[in-house]
């Protein structure tokens, strides 16, 4: 059994609410990404439409898990099937939505760009 911590202290600053599809980055066509794990462990893989516009967002900063957009289906097929350490924390009173615990999803695996098609850094 997996247990949570709630961190009590505000989250990162950059920390981004995404409200609709348009708050994320513009990236859907197929790009390769070479993954590299705490081991320094390396593979490459390739990712489109909506599963790489939330790569590319956690590649920018943490963002909120709950929104109306519903990013947790997809957060969890990278890291299922493509192999991204994303993590989740969960942090106590969201002043913005009056929730007593919301969680945060925060890249932990090192993501770059393996080819020059697109990307928006």
């Known amino acids: 059994m997996n247990s949570k911590t709630t961190i009590y202290a505000p989250p990162p600053a950059n920390t981004v609410r995404n409200s609709r599809w ?13 993954i590299t794990d705490e081991t320094g462990k390396a ?4 990712v489109s439409k909506n599963k790489r516009r939330v790569l590319e967002g956690l ?8 929104s109306p957009v ?35 999803y925060t890249l932990k695996s090192k993501v770059e760009l393996a080819n020059g098609n697109g990307g928006t850094y």
């Open 22 to 34: 348009r708050d994320f980055p513009n990236t859907v066509s197929p790009a390769q990404y070479r």
């Open 70 to 104: 519903r990013i947790s289906d997809l957060v969890h097929i990278l890291k299922r099937d493509y192999g991204v350490d994303i993590a989740m924390d969960l942090y106590a009173n969201d002043n913005e939505t009056d929730r007593a615990k919301f969680g945060i």
């Open 43 to 46: 593979h490459t893989v390739t």
């Open 59 to 66: 590649m920018r900063a943490p963002m909120y898990c709950a």
